[in-house]
């Protein structure tokens, strides 16, 4: 599927690529590695290309490193959401919100019926990148959390799968949107922050099994409470 994206997009009349380059805007495709569809479409300015890879990390790779409660919980989910999901990428929401979803596509490539997608529907939604950033998902579990870390070589480390874990969280609660748009709004975002708590939590949980203590010393507190 990502393949047909690829090539649909490489397709496009001469012009229509070129001055959709001058405008600055950029098109990465991300896929979740243990299913085919449903493919990412990630649409960011050329200025923001860094933050689409951070979306598209999170997709590609951290999706995998969460742990089986988080994947069975939106299992179901992602087998019914659209093949493809548009996410247009921004800096902020005039709104302060952290994302919305789409109820039409206005991503011009994908606004209307393509063979190339064959019978996949496409779904859109928009992320903040920069309220994502300072967004405190769970203020007392990050918290105790990031006063565990000193200026030590994890704390960065830390900070970017932090945010990348956000960044997913919010791909995946606007996609339940998509799939069960009456579905109450708590509902859906006790899911998503649940999936945020239990794939920070186990990731913290790895780092303290594979650090050293006696040379990294990142973590200041533990053992210590």
């Known amino acids: 599927m990502a393949e047909c994206v690829a090539r649909f997009l490489a397709s496009r009349p001469r012009t229509v690529r070129w ?3 001058l405008a600055g805007r950029r098109y990465r495709l991300a896929a979740f590695p243990d299913r085919e569809r449903p493919v990412v479409v990630i649409a960011s300015r050329e200025r923001s290309s860094a933050r689409a890879e951070q979306v598209a990390h999170a997709i590609e ?4 490193e969460t742990p089986p409660l988080c994947h069975d919980a939106y299992e179901e989910i992602l087998e019914q959401a659209p ?3 548009v996410v247009q990428l921004r800096r902020k929401n005039v709104c302060g919100c952290l994302g919305h979803r789409h109820v039409l596509v206005k991503e011009l490539p994908f ?3 393509q063979d190339a997608f064959g019978d996949a ?3 859109e939604m928009d992320i903040a990148f920069d309220r994502v950033e300072s967004w405190l998902a769970q203020p007392l579990m990050e918290t105790a959390l990031d006063s565990q870390f000193i200026a030590g070589s994890r704390r ?3 900070h970017d799968q932090q945010l990348r874990f956000r960044l997913l969280s919010i791909l995946l609660h606007e996609t339940h949107h998509m799939v069960a748009p009456q579905a109450p709004e708590d509902v859906v975002r006790e899911r998503s922050l ?3 708590r239990e794939a920070l939590a186990h990731y913290v949980e790895v780092a ?3 650090m050293s203590f006696t040379i990294d010393r990142s973590f200041s507190r533990l053992g210590k409470e």
Request: proline share 4%.
């Open 208 to 210: 303290r099994a594979t």
């Open 121 to 123: 529907s496409v779904g």
């Open 83 to 85: 093949g493809l999901i």
């Open 61 to 64: 790779h951290d999706w995998a």
């Open 156 to 158: 960065k480390e830390f």
């Open 19 to 21: 001055l959709e380059w």
């Open 111 to 113: 606004s209307e019926p």
């Open 194 to 196: 649940t999936f945020y």
